[in-house]
């Protein structure tokens, strides 16, 4: 059993839209600093961050009974004239 599986579809979904701000964070700050002749330069490992990504939205997914399959709608059926 998947520790994600565990717990509620609102701390899912909390900690799905932490992680995607996180990325975003990521993806948009600097990643290098220099001063006195000294650089750092910062590792961004955007795929790890994805892939938790896809699985928090995986979870929140199953806990909620949609996903690429698409969900549980129904047809819309219309009826009467004009």
């Known amino acids: 059993m998947d520790a994600l ?9 909390t ?3 932490e992680a995607i701000q996180a990325r975003h964070r990521l993806v948009t700050r600097p990643t290098s600093a ?3 002749d ?3 330069t910062y590792q961004q490992r955007l795929s790890e961050a994805d892939a938790y990504i896809n699985r928090l939205r995986d979870a929140v997914n199953a806990k909620t009974g949609t996903g ?3 969900g549980r709608h129904r047809p819309i059926y219309l009826t009467g004239g004009c």
């Open 68 to 70: 690429a399959g698409g």
């Open 34 to 36: 220099s001063s006195n």
């Open 15 to 17: 900690m799905l839209a």
């Open 5 to 13: 599986e565990t717990l509620t579809l609102e701390s899912l979904q």
């Open 38 to 40: 000294r650089s750092v």
